[in-house]
């Protein structure tokens, strides 16, 4: 595509020279943005034409015209109660996350940088974060299931049924023990670069200061970092809402959580009048998700001011 | 001085291995969960039956023809997605940066927006797409690298963005078009070579997500590896978890590489320059 504009084009800026005013200008930004048709092509097919099928599915009635029925039903108790249950959960693990994530972040920053403990974790980290769903959801059915490693041992040897209250692993407390799984790692991805920008340099002029180790992090390590700490959590926030995979694995009765809800509402029989429900719900998921990252974005650029 | 950093890096150390240690273990945990739950043998024994038939790469095709289907297309899935991404991304980023400074924020904002959109809304909005998709294209699980390369958009504009930051494009196109170059010289002989680690992090990143993909191949009824994993966890769960872990270390493995791959390059700038 890049030979579109040359060597036909003799008004390409050469070397050193300045295009001329008054050469066109127009036509050459024309050709120039020939170079980037393809790429906005697939994105209008793949993901606008998405993304407006949802937003305008959620407005649009049984008979194609349009309604606010949809979104009403956002209201219906049980959707309600599925965000309820979404939100919390995802809210619960970013925060355990990144409280681990942010420590696992802090072992590994101590290290030489280049390591191999460091290179090792990143790998480790970089594969369950982003790998999750299905996998893990196996990995934990292997080990705590019913007749997994750990279940078995626990009873077998030391006499405790770690389900003596019903089996909760395949149910919201399963679901926020694997979601944490991903979190640590995702916190660990998300911080460690922030952790690398506090330069040595500030700890030693606190020290040459007189300060003490918790008036550094008081006062100048605390401070720079929260930022970026809370930044990090509302992008696990955000990767704990969307995630769908570990959930649809793991949990075998009903749809506690809204993306198992949209699940059921695209697979299901459709109820006369509730053709469009699940993408008023996907609707109200996107509109979660960019408030969160929304914000994830104002402190990211708040955190770059320091450690950027 | 000397003394508080002395005491300070052994502190330092104590805290490192506590955190680590502990987290490792609640990390290993289910690792060595799935590889007992996979060597478990009858009678409590060890038996590597299991392993065996997964290894033995025809008698797997043939005991489980849903697996081995499953693994083809998300081999072909990984090699397709990955072309499919370069070849929209790479060109589009440099020329961007060399010839349209203005359209720098706009396809950032676009290369980024997937990650608001969960997978689960995607598929919501791909089912109409996908229905024309299968009415050129066919039904087959290939086709789901158009939705697989819009997932990994952010991962890979990210690490192609940080790639082209860190070197001088302008300058180095300015110089190769003063010696005459047109722009498929300047990209294909001077940007790219120059941002090699880049593309190749932005492959291996694909390739991970590309393997652990679910969501997208389940709700659009397409047969990938994750798929398989989950149909046969319902029949034959030591197989499905075996071949879990099989795919978790080779994703680590890939990760592990490029890991090497990106510090090769910081240690022979200076060779490359002169």
Redesign the interface.
């Known amino acids: 595509?890049?030979?579109l504009?040359?060597?036909a084009d003799p008004v390409?800026?050469?070397?050193?020279i300045r295009p001329r005013p008054g050469r066109t200008p127009m036509l050459r930004r024309g050709r120039?943005?020939l170079?980037?048709v393809?790429?906005?092509a697939?994105?209008a097919?793949?993901?606008a034409?998405?993304?407006?099928?949802?937003v305008v599915?959620a407005v649009t009635s049984d008979d194609g015209g349009f309604t606010l029925d949809n979104l009403m039903a956002l209201a219906d108790s049980y959707i309600v109660n599925a965000f309820l249950r979404s939100i919390l959960l995802s809210a619960g693990t970013a925060l355990i996350g990144a409280v681990?994530g942010g420590?696992?972040s802090?072992?590994?920053v101590?290290?030489r940088e280049?390591g191999l403990?460091r290179?090792?974790?990143?790998?480790?980290c970089?594969?369950?974060a982003?790998?999750?769903?299905?996998?893990?959801a196996?990995?934990?059915?292997?080990?705590?299931g019913l007749s997994?490693?750990?279940t078995e041992f626990l009873r077998d040897r030391l006499g405790i049924d770690i389900y003596s209250s019903g089996v909760w692993l395949f149910d919201l407390p399963g679901l926020a023990l694997v979601y944490t799984?991903f979190q640590?790692p995702l916190m660990v991805i998300v911080f460690l670069p922030a952790l690398d920008g506090i330069r040595p340099q500030w700890r030693e002029a606190s020290?040459s200061l007189g300060g003490s180790?918790w008036q550094y992090w008081r006062m100048v390590g605390g401070p720079l970092l929260t930022p970026a700490f809370l930044g990090a959590a509302l992008l696990l926030f955000?990767n704990a809402?969307?995630?769908?995979?570990t959930a649809?694995?793991l949990v075998s009765q009903g749809s506690p959580i809204a993306?198992l809800q949209?699940?059921s509402a695209?697979?299901s029989e459709v109820v006369l009048g509730q053709q469009n429900i699940?993408?008023a719900m996907?609707?109200g998921?996107?509109l979660v998700?960019?408030v969160v990252?929304g914000l994830y974005t104002l402190l990211q650029r708040r955190a770059a001011r320091w450690l950027g | 001085m000397a003394g508080v950093i002395r005491r300070r890096a052994r502190r330092q150390r104590v805290l490192r291995w506590t955190v680590l240690t502990g987290l490792g273990l609640f990390f290993l945990l289910p690792m060595l969960g799935m590889l007992e739950f996979t060597t478990r043998g009858a009678g409590g024994t060890l038996s590597l039956d299991t392993w065996r038939l997964l290894v033995d790469w025809r008698r797997l095709g043939d005991t489980y023809p849903d697996l081995w289907d499953g693994i083809v297309a998300s081999f072909g899935l990984v090699g397709l997605t990955v072309l499919l991404t370069l070849v929209l991304l790479v060109p589009t980023v440099i020329w961007v940066r060399l010839r349209l400074p203005a359209l720098h924020r706009v396809v950032e904002f676009v290369c980024l927006l997937p990650l608001t959109i969960p997978a689960i809304v995607l598929v919501v909005g791909l089912a109409p797409v996908y229905a024309w998709v299968t009415y050129f294209l066919g039904g087959s699980p290939l086709t789901l690298t158009f939705a697989y390369t819009v997932l990994v958009l952010p991962y890979a504009y990210r690490a192609l963005d940080a790639g082209l930051s860190a070197i001088d494009v302008r300058t180095l196109s300015e110089a190769a078009r003063g010696l005459g170059a047109g722009w498929g010289t300047v990209m294909w002989r001077v940007v790219l070579p120059n941002i090699r680690s880049a593309v190749l992090s932005a492959a291996f990143l694909t390739v991970a997500l590309v393997l652990g993909e679910f969501t997208v191949a389940s709700l659009l009824s397409r047969v990938n590896l994750q798929v398989a994993i989950n149909l046969l966890g319902k029949s034959s769960a030591t197989m499905s978890v075996a071949v879990s872990l099989a795919a978790l270390l080779l994703a680590f493995a890939l990760l592990f590489l490029l890991s090497l791959v990106g510090r090769g390059r910081h240690r022979t700038p200076t060779k490359e320059l002169s």
């Open positions: 595509m890049s030979s504009t040359h060597p390409a800026d050469a070397p050193g120039s943005l170079g980037v393809p790429f906005f697939f994105i097919v793949f993901l034409i998405p993304t407006l099928v949802v599915g681990l420590l696992l802090y072992a590994l101590t290290a280049g403990l290179r090792t974790v990143s790998a480790a970089g594969v369950l982003q790998f999750g769903g299905v996998t893990l196996f990995a934990f059915i292997a080990t705590l997994g490693f750990v799984y640590v020290d180790t955000a809402f969307s995630a769908y995979a649809a694995a993306p949209i699940r695209l697979t699940g993408k996907a609707l998921m996107v998700v960019a990252m």
